[in-house]
């Protein structure tokens, strides 16, 4: 497994320093050690105080993780005194792995992460051991003396920190202020490639400069070059970002492993609907209860927000006897309808997840009760604005129900003009629904 070794601050927040490293280290599959160089006791809204590590510290640490385990890249973070650079960059200089230098000279919150005295000593000894240089614009401006206004100053800038002595520039666009962020890198043959993204409708976010280094150090560490490695890191940070968490009360933290949990919800959402389907179409019988515009059977995440957070079968499930058949496969976004009902749902109960429909009939209205607790709406008294808003009509009625009874696991509805009428079955995934259409199957002569 590769190996890479932040050096930097701790941030008691756990949203930027090298908590923010591991946890980006360990998203992108690489084996991830520390050299603590300050502790900064911060939250989203401050940092309230800076201890420094001491010296002889900061090199047995160093020095027991190259003497064990030898990185395979390095990120140098936080620095904070001319006595902290001076330690680092004796033990780094003769490295012989990438080394990536995230400049932080201040927290997004305003407060100085680097002694003013120490940023003169910092560009002379830290920029040239360094393969890369990640600064926003901000610290751009700071090391290379040059005011950013646009693009032509940013290309300025990088040249002027590159001159200083650092291999490649990348000047992040994050506080550009722009629709779309750019960010510029200027490599050591001279070539400028940019990379773009739409900008994220959210204010700054906490950790976002801390994970993009650790994730270029990452790649680097792979094995990847230079300009991949800062692609693949941009757009990991990008994803992190729209995936910030709020917790404090100050900025959102950007969540660096919020790409991982979300593909691994993703993949358990499937799997876990299609065994369901599968079982469905084992289960004799069913083919009774399926209504004449077919079933459809969802599955959603947690914290959906729409059909695309909703897994169904696309095609719907039809009738096959007194069994049933899926049409197609399991996939997010196969039924607008279904995640209409189970999102509006989760709205008021948001543990239930799962739903199927089956076709209306008196008698099975009368099982469901018998079993369940049953809701209704009337459609006839849906509001014409509702109506024609596309998808509306289901996410309207399984609120009006629940409203009538929170407590509802059935909906039912008599339908309208070119409406069927319809049964909806809810539970907490898609095994409750089974153990549910089982019962009813059951009840239902």
Known sequence: MKVALSVAGSDSGAAAGVQADLKTFSALGVYGCIAITA??????????????????????????????????????????????????????????????????????????????????????????????????????????????????????????????????????????????????LLEKSDKLIRMSNPRINIKETHGSGCNFSAAATAYLARGFDVAEACDRANEYVHNAIKGAVTFGRGLPVTNPLSSIYRDAQRYATLVELQQAVDRLEALQGFGRLIPETATNFAYAVLDAEGPTDVAAVRGRIVKAGDASVPVSRVEFGASRHMASAVVAFMKVKPATRSVINIRYESKLVEVCRSLFSVSSYDRSKEPIGTRRKEDSSVSWGTSVALAKNPAADVIYHKGAIGKEPMITVFGKNPGDVLLKIEKILKAYR
């Open 39 to 184: 502790i900064t006791a911060q939250n989203t809204r401050k940092v309230s105080g800076v201890f420094e590590v001491p010296v002889d510290a900061i090199k047995a640490q160093v020095r027991a993780v190259m003497s064990d385990s030898p990185p395979d890249a390095i990120k140098v973070g936080m620095v904070y005194s001319i006595e902290i650079i001076e330690a680092v960059t004796g033990m780094l200089a003769g490295a012989k792995v990438p080394i990536v230098l995230d400049p932080i000279l201040a927290a997004g919150t305003g407060y100085g992460l680097m002694q003013k005295n120490a940023l003169e000593h910092f560009i002379k000894k830290v920029l040239p051991i360094c393969t890369l240089v990640t600064p926003n614009r901000m610290e751009a401006e700071k090391l290379s003396g040059v005011k950013i206004r646009d693009d032509g100053d940013v290309i300025r800038a990088a040249k002027r920190i590159r001159s200083l002595g650092a291999q490649n520039v990348i000047v992040k666009g994050g506080h550009a202020g722009k629709n779309v962020v750019t960010d510029i």
